[in-house]
T-cell receptor, first 112, second 113 residues
Framework: SQTIHQWPATLVQPVGSPLSLECTVE??????LYWYRQAAGRGLQLLFY??????ISSEVPQNLSASRPQDRQFILSSKKLLLSDSGFYLC???????????FGNGTRLTVT | KQEVTQIPAALSVPEGENLVLNCSFT??????LQWFRQDPGKGLTSLLL?????REQTSGRLNASLDKSSGRSTLYIAASQPGDSATYLC????????????FGKGTRLSVIA
């Protein structure tokens, strides 16, 4: 069966520090991968998505970046965090429209 | 540009009541529509997926319907329970998968015992 792992679950980082959040999927190949952010009291914001290794689409211009070094690995990064980067970050995957979108358990990031 | 709207934003009902959550979308050219549940501080859990060729899907006490031509979907919850309290989100997929889902902002449901 397919599973998605996302870590860490919580993270507290000072302003200006770097960020690396990792997401891996097991039990499937060539999934579409997604990074979302959910700020307190707000809806889901799509940050990045990838339909294949090395293929990244960015939905919002900001100081975050994403990479997909392997088929089932998706990494969200920042060189210098801002206070406004605080939020709940969710990784998700699906197979080309044939499966539901499956989410990880999320990372709660607090930038202080 | 596809827009997804969920009304109401919040709903409170007594336990045992049947209820309907609404989702509307502006572009009827969708591939599928999905309903999700999110508990506080957790990720989203997929509840039901309706392909564009289908009219409804059922899972237990949940029934989701789709009327593509009118740009509407409803999630029907029968005999609601306090454990159903959560935020329910719908999302539409435009084509077979190389474009991301478009989400509504969700309906926060509270079922009061």
């Amino acid at each position: 069966s397919q599973t998605i792992h996302q870590w860490p679950a919580t993270l507290v980082q000072p302003v200006g520090s770097p960020l690396s959040l990792e997401c891996t999927v097991e039990g499937t190949s060539n999934p579409n991968l997604y990074w979302y952010r959910q700020a307190a009291g707000r809806g889901l914001q799509l940050l990045f998505y990838s339909v294949g290794i090395g293929q990244i689409s960015s939905e919002v211009p900001q100081n975050l970046s994403a990479s997909r070094p392997q088929d089932r690995q998706f990494i969200l990064s920042s060189k210098k965090l801002l206070l406004s980067d605080s939020g709940f970050y969710l990784c998700a995957w699906m197979v080309q429209g044939y499966s539901p979108l499956h989410f990880g358990n999320g990372t709660r990031l607090t930038v202080t | 540009k596809q827009e997804v709207t969920q009304i109401p934003a919040a709903l409170s009902v007594p336990e045992g009541e049947n209820l309907v959550l609404n989702c509307s979308f502006t572009d009827s050219a969708i591939y599928n529509l999905q309903w999700f549940r999110q508990d506080p501080g957790k990720g989203l859990t997929s509840l039901l997926l309706i392909q564009s060729s289908q009219r409804e899907q059922t899972s237990g006490r949940l029934n989701a319907s789709l009327d593509k031509s009118s740009g509407r979907s409803t999630l029907y919850i029968a005999a609601s329970q306090p454990g159903d309290s959560a935020t329910y989100l719908c999302a539409v997929l435009r084509n077979s998968g190389n474009t991301p889902l478009v989400f509504g902002k969700g309906t926060r449901l509270s079922v009061i015992a």
